[in-house]
């Protein structure tokens, strides 16, 4: 089975654009949350959707959204770039869903993009 | 108080050894606790889940909980240098507004050396 694919894998931006990253979950998941990775703040997460609906929500400035279709791939935007978004954006996939089994909650990352932002 | 707190490193271990990390964290109403390994410029893989208390083992790994304690660890046997990596301790509330929300710690790195 094919893991989580993210696109593209490095991004090279300037302050004030904006950005759009892509995000395949494994087959059959329904669930893509997005983190975004610094050395100072480690690992923080995003938002979450499932069946097409933002469920959950970090505590990220407005700049930040996101998507999901039906197919499950989701995308996530990044508007008016500031330096201090330069970061790895991670998306993870579970199986997730109403039915109450641990291993649903299981998350697998996809191997990230690179933004940098000069 | 950080959500979740993991041992300060980096933690060194001769070759063969048993390596221990350790994580402690603040929400009782955790339910899902997970490890993740990660490589120097890798993302995050998934090594242990744990949901009940007490231990699971899974080839070298062992992950021990104890949610009266709010603490789980990850043991380690018979390190190897390729096990030398950061890692990660993640934890999730599960439903309500914790949908797939992992609390991640701030990673321990682990080296091993031969």
């Known amino acids: 089975k094919a893991g989580v694919t993210q696109t593209p894998r490095y991004l090279i931006k300037t302050r004030g654009q904006q950005v759009t990253l892509s995000c395949s979950p494994i087959?059959?998941?329904?669930?893509v949350s997005w983190y975004q990775q610094t050395p100072g703040q480690g690992l923080q997460f995003l938002f979450e959707y499932f069946s097409e609906t933002q469920r959950n929500k970090g505590n990220f400035p407005g700049r930040f959204s996101g998507r999901q279709f039906s197919n499950s791939r989701s995308e996530m935007n990044v508007s008016t770039l500031e330096l201090g978004d330069s970061a790895l954006y991670l998306c993870?996939?579970?199986?997730?869903?109403?039915?109450?089994?641990?291993?649903?909650?299981?998350?697998?990352f996809g191997p990230g993009t690179r933004l940098t932002v000069l | 108080q950080k959500e979740v707190e993991q041992n300060s490193g980096p933690l060194s271990v001769p070759e063969g050894a048993i390596a221990s990390l350790n994580c402690t964290y603040s929400d009782r109403v955790s339910q899902s606790f997970f490890w993740y390994r990660q490589y120097s410029g890798k993302s995050p893989e998934l090594i242990m889940s744990?949901?009940?208390?007490g231990d699971k083992e899974d080839g070298r790994f062992t992950a021990q909980l104890n949610k009266a304690s709010q603490y789980v660890s990850l043991l380690i046997r018979d390190s190897q240098p390729s096990d030398s990596a950061t890692y990660l301790c993640a934890v999730n509330r599960a439903g309500g507004t914790s949908y797939g929300k992992l609390t991640f710690g701030q990673g321990t790195i682990l080296t091993v050396h031969p």
């Open positions: 087959s059959g998941h329904r669930s």
């Open positions: 993870a996939s579970s199986l997730a869903g109403p039915i109450t089994r641990d291993t649903y909650n299981e998350q697998f």
């Open positions: 744990i949901y009940s208390n």
